[in-house]
Every structure is written in C-alpha cells, then in structure tokens.
C-alpha cells in the first residue's frame, strides 16, 4: 500500500546528514550474506520445519511404511532387496539374545530413509508443479487441457489438512526475468507518458544498457537467485524500508478501518477487551499454525513466511539502517491513554484473560485521574521523527529508562485509548468519514507507536481501527488478522444487551502498571522538535473516504470484465480529469507465489489505457468504439497483472539491477533515470480474503470497509479501494494539502463520475440509477450514497458461519 512512497525515496547510500558514502562490500559478499540470512531464517524455523517437513505426507505414514516391512519380513520377503540385511551387520553385535532387536532396528532405519526419500521426492514434484503459472495466463473461465491436467496432479500431490507453513518448502523462488524482456516492457510503460524526443533518450539509454553493463548485472542477480531464497525480496526490505530515513507516519504506514455503518459497542473499553482478546486468539492460532495456508483457486498456496512477524515486533531505529526485532512471545500489551503509557498483561495463571477481564483492566486505565508526566504526553512524537534523529534520542532514553522502553517495545501490540469519538455520523458523514481516516493515518503525531508492527485504537465511542507498520509485510497480512479480529469480536466473542463484554470481571487482577520515564533534560528539545515536525506532516494529509454504492462486484462481474482492471480504468479516466495528464501509475500487487515473495508493480497507465481515456473525452467517439477500447484496456492491463504475479513484472527487476550496480560502483545513466521517476498516482486494491467469515447478504454492514495510506508523491495522490460486498466499493484517497495541483475530495467526485460513466456503456438507458440509504443526494458537494450508521450491537448477527 504505502510501499510506492517508498519505492521512489529509497536511496541506498545515504548518510543521516545526506553525504553520499559507498557500499563497500563486495557484491559477492552481500549475495553470500543474503543467502546466509536466508539458511538463518531456515534454522530459526526448525520446529515449523519439523511439524510442516513431512507434508503432504503425515508421521503417521512412517508408522505405516515400518508395519508393512516387518509384516513383510515376517512372511519372509524382503521388500528392501537386501539392504536391510547389510544395515543390520553395520550395527553392533549385543549378543545372540539382541538378534531380534537389531532386526527391528534395521528395519526402521531402512524405513526412515526410504520415507525420507518419498518425501524428497514428494516435495520437489510439488515444487515442479507449482512452478507452472500457465493457469494463470489463460483467459477468465477457460481452462485448457494442461491446466486441468496440472490441477488433478496438484490436487493428488497437496496431501490434506495442511498447517500454516506446509507448503514453504515446496514453493518455488521467484525468477529473474530476461533483462531484455524487462527493458523493453519499461519502454513501452513510458511511452504513453514521455514526449517523442524523451523518449528518443530513454531508449537510446536502454540500449547503453544492454550493450554495456546489463549481462554483469543480470549475472549477478541469477547467482543470487540460486543461493538465496529470493533475489530481490532481502534488498527490497533493506533499501526501500529500513534504510529510509523518512518519518514512518503517513511516508511508511497504512491504515485499517472498523466496520463503516455499525458499532458493536458504544464502550470504548469493552469494545478494546473483545478486540486484544480477538487479536490474541489470532495470535494463538498462528503459533499453533492453525491459519490456513492462503490458497489461489483453492489449490495454488501463497507463501505464509510474513506471518511471522505480526506480533511481538517492532521496528528498531538506526543512523542509517533500521533493524526488526521479533520476540518469540510477549504476555502483555503497551497501552497509551491521555499521555499516559501502561502495561497491561494478557494472561493469568489459567491461561488468556477473558475478554471481560481484559475490559476492567482498559476501563481502569479510563478511570485513572492520574496527570501525564511532563513531557511524556508527547514522548512518542520521536517515533514520527526521521529515523536517525529518533536513533539518537533513543540511545540517551535506553540509558534512562531501559525498563520503560522495553515494556513498549517488547509488547505484543500497541493499544490507544483515544479520547476522542471517530468514525461516520449522520450530521456530517463526509467530515467525520476523512476525519476518521486521517485519525487512523496520523493520529495527533504523538498518540500512536509508529515502531511497533501494528497500533489498535479504540475511540472513545468504541470505533476501533488500525495503525500499521509496513516493513516486517504486506497489507494482505495484516488485512487477514483484521478480517479475523473483526468477525471474531462481533459475532464470536459478542456483547451483552447493555454493551459490556460478555462475563464477569475478575476483581483479583492487579491493578494495570503505570510506566514511569526518567526522561534526561537534554532530549526535552527534541521531543518538542519531534512534535512539530509531526504535526506538520500530519497536518499537511488531505483524507477524503468514500463509499460508491451505486453498482460494485456483481454488475462489473455481469459485464464479463476484471473487477479490478475495472477500477484501474476509471482511475485513469478520473485522474486525467483531475490533472489534464496521464502520468505513472502504481498499483501494487502480490509475488507470494514464489517462496519469500512481496510486491510487484502494475503500471497501469498503457497505450491501450490513453487510448479508451481520449475516447471517452472524444465526442465525436461512439459508445462502442469506447466500448471496444475499454476492453482492450483491460486486457492489456491483465495481462500485466498477471505477469507480475508470475514474477515477470518490470519494477523489481530493474530495483534489484540497480542495487547490484551499486555494490559494483557502475553507473548507469538508465538505471538512475528509472528511479528518479515519481509516481503521482499510486493505487491498491484491499482483498477480501475472508469471505466466509461473514455474511454480506442478511448483514452487508458488517464487513471491513478497507484502509488507505498516504501519497507518494508531493504532488501526487494515493487511492486504495475495497469491494464491501456484492454492491458497494469504498475509496480511500490521499494527497498533501501544500499541493496546489491536488485536491482528494476534487478526485473523489472524478472517480465516482468516471465509474457512472463507464458503466454507462455496458447498460441500456442513462447511468445506474444512485442508491442511497437515509441521505439524499445535493447538488452540491460531493455525493455519498448509502450513508447511515447506528451504534450498538441489536442489529449484529448472533453467529458467523464457518467461524
């Protein structure tokens, strides 16, 4: 989501103070050290490996291999031709009353390596399996021959009942794309957007490159590949996340939204005792790998490594280069209320606390009259500071209050109890709607730990939300456990009738713990710098949400087309509207195809795509001439959607390319001007990945309205999106306020009005008729259908299916 902003800031030699300083490892020791890193990740993961080695097969096979070689060896065959035999002279000679126990012992070491070899054997005919992506290059509902074939064999090779982490050993890595292919797609991504002569460069530079400097590169980067799980995913976390440093408010994080026209609970801290209880039920499940792996298609697993590190983590700051830290396990939350940090503990002698104890523990924070110490109230201001000037105030507090700052940092999560209401209202839905969303980005700068992997906040008319860190994963993680938290809170854990967590209060729970920081006098300063500075940022964020719900999924799915190649097109029509211009677009999508894969860029602005947009604003066009260009505006953009996916995109190529020309101290003029350019429109689809867990058909309001994150460009916006059910898409839009050439509420209206437009010329008659629930639309101002809310859980479901 927010990973385009930086994408474009990353600069991967870079001092605190700006100075340039060289890499000076050699390029063969850092591709040595990535793949070391990569067997040190193997090593810590022993005991998943251990649980997951064996899949598809199960240790109860083992136990079955070695009944039938001692039946078989009793009915004196010998099914091992042999080899037990000579297994059993290597043994030692106990005496003639050990005779029998040596057999038995030949045999199941015999079975061991003839078990071990079918699994070996299991493994990488999965992984030559899943290495096929030609299903995913097929057109929508056809499959050909080979891919039915592929899929009876996946099917028969998958095994049952597979853990979180069964199939990481049988993924395959990611490949790095023909350097060729690779440039010659970036020229065609920037054709739409340069002028004749610009282009005449950047073509006559891309031509140096291939000739000059490419083959080394690439040579470099296929080592890489073969020693390291994958050749780009290390440097991408290293260079474009913990080597920037950019504050992480509204550069680095994103944000969560509650359900959008409901509240379960108007107690803020019963809705925060349901929400933790939910979240560590997550985090339970995930120790115990009881998450399911994702799987495409319901056979093709996504890689499950960035599960990891949701909780128990947090982002360390450095001079130059940040660290994440992760902790096996964390029994209690850091909580921050009206200035005042707590500890909070999540477990009792018996186990998890309930989600009624959890509450009187929040509710007694509430109650606390106690004052914020001075300078304290705005302590975590340093964590919005840039990243080397927070490392260095850390290092005076760590002497200071070592204590203090680990009980934050050493924390499962972070918990904010706002003092403030947030979320949609009947008077203003439009206002409090962008409020809510820049609450959730930015906060007041001082109320959220931009360090730790995830900040819950709970607002004081129980609205919840998420503040999320972005190096340690991807959205679709951290969108997984919140789809979870929600349905699980809602409809699993459930409220009383008078709005309280169901249960009894445990009267002997100690008191919540104070945390107390002996700040020295000589940050002082700081902390009013770092507050500053964060009000600024966070006050120079234009939010704008939305819901559309005049169509969604269900008519787009009607009109035979790609929901989201859908969007990505009304995207273009709208933003050329807004600016006049077509620019580079960012769309963000997933590589966990490959084993440790992230994100791949989409760049959605394409010849096909300028051509429909012209169409459109071509009265003279007809509307199947504008039908016809729209479709092969999709398809074009699928296409490249799915050659991302399959790790043919041209992005990370061309990153990984241009980190390894750095460690070789060559320049490359080509390389430099594909990361000079600037993404003035960065986008993200929000998945759904959880449908089961809720039912959108007799309770629609009940669903996750998405999230959204910050531009990544000054003059830039940042739009997310989310389909809520069948009939509702929800927009989240971003830009800076200094801007003079945008304006998010100016977008939204261009985004709806773009939807209605090219719905129009997939349907008979004038555009779809709006929808709107307790709100009419106004002529003036921008229009919001299906804008109602209520508080309180009467009308939420007392069950999820599945769940």
Known sequence: MAEAHQAVGFRPSLTSDGAEVELSAPVLQEIYLSGLRSWKRHLARFWNDFLTGVFPASPLSWLFLFSAIQLAWFLQLDPSLGLMEKIKESLPDWGGQHHRLRGVLAAALFASCLWGALIFTLHVALRLLLSYHGWLLEPHGAMSSPTKTWLALVRIFSGRNPMLFS?????????????????????????????????????ALAQEFLRLQASLLQWYLRLKSWWASNYVSDWWEEFVYLRSRHSLMVNSNYYMMDFLYVTPTPVQAARAGNAVHALLLYRHRLNRQEILPTLLMGMRPLCSAQYEKIFNTTRIPGIQKDHIRHLRDSRHVAVFHRGRFYRVGTHSQSGLLSPRALEQQFQRILDDPSPACPQEEHLAALTAAPRDVWAQVRSSLKTQAEDTLEAVEGAAFFVSLDSEPAGLTREDPAATLDAYAHALLAGRGHDRWFDKSFTLIVFSNGKLGLSVEHSWADCPISGHMWEFTLATECFQLGYSADGHCKGHPDPSLPQPQRLHWDLPEKIHLSISLALRGAKTLSGNVDCHVFPFSHFGKSFIKRCHLSSDSFIQMALQLAHFRDRGQFCLTYESTMTRLFLEGRTETVRS???????????????????????????????????????????????????ALYIVSQFLHLQSPFLDQVHSEQWQLATSQIPVQQIHLFDVHNYPDYVSSG????????????????????????????????????????LGQHIEDALLDVACLFQEGPRPKLRCRGLQEEDSGHRHGSLSCHTGGSRAPTKSTNL
Do not use: W
Not at 171 to 184: A, E, G, H, I
Not at 715 to 733: L, N
């Open 605 to 655: 602005c394409t010849r096909e795509a300028c051509n429909f947009v012209r169409a459109m604003e071509d009265k003279e066009k007809t509307e199947p001439q504008r039908r016809a260009m729209f479709r092969l505006a999709v398809e074009k953009h699928q296409a490249l959607l799915k050659a991302a996916m399959s790790g043919q995109g041209v992005d990370r190529h061309l990153f």
């Open 707 to 746: 999230g959204g994150f910050g531009p990544a460009d000054d003059h830039g916006y940042g739009v997310s999106y989310i389909f809520m059910g069948d009939d509702t898409i929800t927009f989240h839009i971003s830009s800076k306020k200094s801007s003079t050439k945008t304006d998010s509420h100016r």
């Open 167 to 203: 199939y990481q050993r049988s993924l395959p890595r990611q490949p790095v794309p023909s350097v060729q292919d690779t440039v010659r797609k970036y020229l065609e991504s920037v054709r739409p957007i340069l002028s004749d002569e610009d282009f005449d460069l950047t073509s």
